[in-house]
């Protein structure tokens, strides 16, 4: 069946086979979270993005297959409910960015910065430190090394939905910030095919985001 990403706490997980890597999106609650479970199509390797909420629910999708890494996109509760529960009964490593890494529930056994490369099997997925929702907010992209070039995918934890930037509490410096790496690290570096996976809700592309940076810089939210 063909893709959408649109999912529902409670709902069937949707899949998306790539070159190189297998996306799973699956809704939990209460927050109506999204989490996606990586797997490498050339080793079956694991890598689990936001261990939000219902840990039941994500490890049965995990299985028995063994879960390498489980990546937090940012320190907010709603994206780590589960963390502790699905680290403890699969030993994965887990990994989030420094400065938000002291608002998670267990050691981050795996500091990631702006630039690094977190493997997933023989999948790479670039780190994008997007600050303004959170100091430690990070995004994912997977290009396929290369293969998908021209049309990436991104994981954006909070920091882009459909719609515009993540919530910054209409702190200006905050909104400023976001923004800024949005433009720069995100809309400026990858193609208007760039498909988007949020932290809630609906996927989006870049395309159909980017003509609306000049209304989102002008409202400041």
Known sequence: MTYT?????????DTRELPGLTITKV???PMDNNAYLLRCTQTGELALIDAANDAGTLLALIGDTPLATIITTHQHWDHHVALPEVQQATGAATAAHPDDARGLPIP???????????TVGNATLSVVHLRGHTPGSIALCYDGNGELADQPHLFTGDSLFPGG???TD???ARFGSLMTDLEERVFAEL???TWVYPGHGKDTVLGT?????????ARGW
Do not use: Y
């Open 170 to 172: 209409h702190d200006p």
């Open 191 to 193: 193609p208007d095919a």
């Open 27 to 29: 809704a939990v609650g």
């Open 5 to 13: 990403g649109d999912v529902s706490v409670g709902g069937p997980a």
């Open 165 to 167: 930037p993540g919530n």
């Open 108 to 118: 981050v056994t795996r500091p990631v910065r702006h630039g690094d490369k977190i």
């Open 209 to 217: 985001e980017r003509p609306h940076i000049p209304e989102w810089r």
